[in-house]
């Protein structure tokens, strides 16, 4: 289970799948056969900062062995 408070942290919510589009990254919080939610849980100057951040959730989730993580998302 992945818990990721927001950049603006004004949400702590449980995502199933986080991805990079440019400089935002987003976390798919529902999803059906059909159709998924997300939301933008940050944005970064760059695409390459962004890639950080995925990169800093990665190992996160690694140190804990992939049960229950928190993480929260830089300001910048």
């Known amino acids: ?6 950049q603006d942290n004004k949400s702590l919510m449980n995502v199933k799948e986080v991805t990079v589009d440019r400089k935002k990254i987003e976390g798919v919080i529902g999803s059906t056969s059909l159709d998924h939610w997300s939301k933008v849980l940050g944005k ?7 890639l950080e951040i ?7 989730i690694e140190e804990n ?5 928190t993480y929260t998302m830089p300001q910048k």
């Open 1 to 6: 289970m992945l818990w990721i408070a927001t």
């Open 44 to 50: 970064y100057e760059s695409n390459e900062r962004a």
């Open 54 to 60: 995925l990169n800093e959730i990665f190992t996160k």
């Open 65 to 69: 062995n992939g049960i229950s993580v």
